[in-house]
């Protein structure tokens, strides 16, 4: 049997396999799970994680660790953004926000001028950049990060990029077999240090003559 013969039905299997995972998420589309630091001061909010389906399984460990995590299957950023309306409109932001997002849709320059806009110049953004394979039909790996790494470049101080893509080809133990999801407990441990070991800020950027965000 000629050698590539042979490797059909291990790479039928696994694209069966992938596909499989990817049904599986989208029938649980929606589902949330949300938790919050025991000992949360009412004066000083947590670190504020928002995050789709990688999160979700991440979610508990994240609140033990003193942040409050928001995890939702297939949510795209513009549902994430919506969370941070709601807080603004009733004065509930913290200093800082992270957002796990990308894999259900673009992150747009547009999407993290709102955050911004929304968070005020006194609060930071984190944005985690989502793997390559977790990119939808059109899209070009690695845009997503594209745009955050250029938003961090236009506000240093104010936007921090964590590099999360890079850091999970590394470590392809941690990972699904769709390279999106993580695979039980040592990828959410992963993921949740990542969060935790936060690298330090740039000097915070200059910004418009009336103390706002502005478009690049």
Same mark, same amino acid.
């Given at each position: 049997?000629?050698?590539?013969?042979?490797?059909?039905?291990?790479?039928?299997?696994?694209?069966?396999?992938?596909?499989?995972?990817?049904?599986?998420?989208?029938?649980?589309?929606?589902?949330?799970?949300?938790?919050?630091?025991?000992r949360?001061?009412?004066?000083?909010?947590?670190?504020? #994680?928002?995050?789709?389906? #990688?999160?979700?399984?991440?979610?508990?460990?994240?609140?033990?660790?003193?942040?409050?995590?928001?995890?939702? *299957?297939?949510?795209?950023?513009?549902?994430?953004?919506?969370?941070?309306?709601?807080?603004?409109?009733?004065?509930?932001?913290?200093?800082? #926000? *992270?957002?796990?997002?990308?894999?259900?849709?673009?992150?747009?320059?547009?999407? *993290?001028?709102?955050?911004?806009?929304?968070l005020?110049p006194?609060?930071?953004?984190?944005?985690?950049?989502?793997?390559?394979?977790?990119?939808?039909?059109?899209?070009?790996?690695?845009?997503?990060?594209?745009?955050?790494?250029?938003?961090?470049?236009?506000?240093?101080?104010?936007?921090?990029?964590?590099?999360?893509?890079?850091?999970?080809?590394?470590?392809?133990e941690?990972?699904?077999?769709?390279?999106?999801?993580?695979?039980?407990?040592?990828?959410?441990?992963?993921?949740?240090? =990542?969060? #935790?070991?936060?690298?330090?800020?740039?000097?915070?950027?200059?910004?418009?003559?009336?103390?706002? =965000?502005?478009?690049?």
């Amino acid at each position: 049997m000629p050698p590539l013969a042979r490797l059909l039905p291990a790479l039928a299997l696994s694209a069966l396999l992938c596909l499989t995972l990817a049904a599986a998420a989208q029938a649980r589309c929606g589902q949330k799970r949300s938790a919050k630091p025991v000992r949360a001061s009412s004066a000083t909010p947590p670190t504020l #994680v928002i995050g789709d389906s #990688v999160l979700y399984d991440a979610v508990p460990l994240l609140a033990r660790r003193g942040y409050e995590a928001n995890g939702m *299957i297939c949510r795209r950023m513009e549902q994430g953004l919506a969370i941070l309306r709601n807080r603004a409109r009733l004065k509930r932001l913290p200093r800082k #926000v *992270i957002l796990e997002l990308g894999a259900n849709g673009p992150v747009t320059t547009a999407h *993290i001028l709102e955050a911004l806009t929304l968070l005020g110049p006194r609060r930071k953004l984190l944005l985690l950049t989502p793997t390559d394979t977790s990119v939808e039909p059109g899209m070009l790996p690695g845009a997503d990060a594209t745009v955050m790494q250029s938003a961090m470049l236009t506000w240093p101080g104010h936007v921090k990029v964590l590099d999360w893509a890079s850091l999970t080809k590394a470590h392809p133990e941690w990972m699904a077999r769709d390279g999106v999801h993580l695979a039980g407990p040592a990828g959410v441990q992963g993921l949740v240090n =990542f969060i #935790v070991a936060e690298p330090p800020w740039s000097p915070p950027a200059i910004l418009g003559p009336h103390g706002g =965000f502005e478009a690049p």
